[in-house]
Structure formats: structure tokens, C-alpha cells
């Protein structure tokens, strides 16, 4: 069955620190990775994605996300946040042709200390 | 516009009504999918319009729940005799496959549905 694990309902870090959010997939066939962020009332925003190539991919905003065949994860990674990264944060699996049914996981919920 | 436009943004009604959702995609793009985003969870799909294909409909929850797409332009998702369950977000979004593959999804805001 196909499904993604964000273990992390919610995460707290301070302004200027490094994050890490973590995904882990299961997906019956080479996956199309994908991250999203939802802030409060808005719909999603696309962050980046993955489907081939370097296994390290850069997205908006100075996100980054490093593809791990071997681990079946996709995790997400900032260097030094800022207060306006403070949102909601999905991940999703879908297939790489064609028209895409995306699972979701359960989203990381992101509080920026000051 | 430029982006993926749903209405209404908000919508409050009785237990047992109807409730008509509107979807309007980008320009040009030829998929079109339906979320439900329950409060505090995922998103889970709902039905695509692919073109003239058939649409996948294979993620509603019940026979209360339909949609339709005209052409490659819009949608709306009708509930009908609405249980207090469908309390949810209701994301739209729409993606272009023509040519290249791999493109990824661009959402609306969503239309959150309150069931009294």
C-alpha cells in the first residue's frame, strides 16, 4: 500500500537554527517526492520536488531535500529558519507519468521560536 | 488569474443540505483533482479530470459526493444531504500534462465547509 510517514506532528525551533523534517515513503513504484507548505487559511505551495537525477534537490524559500532510496525517505532540511517558515509542512507521493492521485502524510507543523 | 481560484472561500450550512463547491484551474492546465483536508490531517484525494478521460473517481467517500468538469475548464464538487462528517477543507488543484510529463500540482486555497 502506498502511504508517507512524517513522524514529527509538531517541531520547535529558535530563529536562525537548522531544521530537519522528516518523510518516509512507501510506494509500489519509483516514486515522484514532493514537498508542500500550507500556511494557516492558505492552500499549498509548492516547495520542491523529485523524481530522477542528483539525489540532492534544491527548492524555494532555501529549503533542500535529500532522496534516500535505501532509507525509503525524503527529508527536508533549512540551514537557518526564519519566523516566516512558521507553517504547516506536507509530504506526498505520487507516480511519475501521467496524472497523479498524491498521498499525503499527516503534515509537520512548524512553531519558530524568536 | 493566475492561479487555481475556488469558491466559495467559506461555506456554513444545516446537516442534510446540498453544497455546491467551484473549481476554476489554471489556464490551460489539463488535470484537475479534488482534496478533502480533515482538521489536523493530510490531505486525501478525492477524484481527477484528466482531459476527456473518464475521471478517477475511485477516492470518494460515498454516493453523496460527485463532480463534474467541462472541458479543460471548470469543476465543482456537489455533496449532497451533507452529514456533519464533511466538515473539512476542500483543496482543488490542477496540473498541465501536455507534452513532458512531470508536472507537478498547484492548489487553491480551498473551500472550508462548516456542516451545523
Known amino acids: 500500500a502506498q502511504s508517507v510517514t512524517q513522524p514529527d506532528i509538531h517541531i520547535t525551533v529558535s530563529e536562525g537554527a537548522s531544521l530537519e523534517l522528516r518523510c518516509n515513503y512507501s510506494?509500489?513504484?519509483?516514486?515522484?517526492l514532493f514537498w508542500y507548505v500550507q500556511s494557516p487559511g492558505q492552500g499549498l505551495q509548492l516547495l520542491l520536488k523529485y523524481f530522477s537525477g542528483d539525489t540532492l534537490v534544491q527548492g524555494i524559500k532555501g529549503f533542500e531535500a535529500e532522496f534516500k532510496r535505501s532509507q525509503s525517505s525524503f527529508n527536508l532540511r533549512k540551514p537557518s529558519v526564519h519566523w516566516s517558515d512558521a507553517a504547516e509542512y506536507f509530504c506526498a507521493v505520487g507516480r511519475i507519468q501521467g496524472a497523479q492521485k498524491l498521498v499525503f502524510g499527516q503534515g509537520t507543523r512548524l512553531t519558530i521560536n524568536p | 488569474g493566475a492561479g487555481v481560484s475556488q469558491s466559495p472561500s467559506n461555506k456554513v450550512t444545516e446537516k442534510g443540505k446540498d453544497v455546491e463547491l467551484r473549481c476554476d484551474p489554471i489556464s490551460g492546465h489539463t488535470a484537475l483533482y479534488w482534496y478533502r483536508q480533515r482538521l489536523g490531517q493530510g490531505l486525501e484525494f478525492l477524484i481527477y479530470f484528466q482531459g476527456n478521460s473518464a475521471p478517477d473517481k475511485s477516492g470518494l467517500p460515498s454516493d453523496r459526493f460527485s463532480a463534474e468538469r467541462t472541458g479543460e475548464s471548470v469543476s465543482t464538487l456537489t455533496i449532497q444531504r451533507t452529514q456533519q462528517e464533511d466538515s473539512a477543507v476542500y483543496l482543488c488543484?490542477?496540473?498541465?500534462?501536455?507534452?513532458?510529463?512531470?508536472?507537478?500540482?498547484?492548489f487553491g486555497d480551498g473551500t472550508r465547509l462548516s456542516i451545523l
Open positions: 488543484a490542477s496540473s498541465n500534462l501536455k507534452g513532458s510529463g512531470n508536472q507537478p500540482q498547484h
Open positions: 510506494y509500489g513504484a519509483t516514486p515522484y
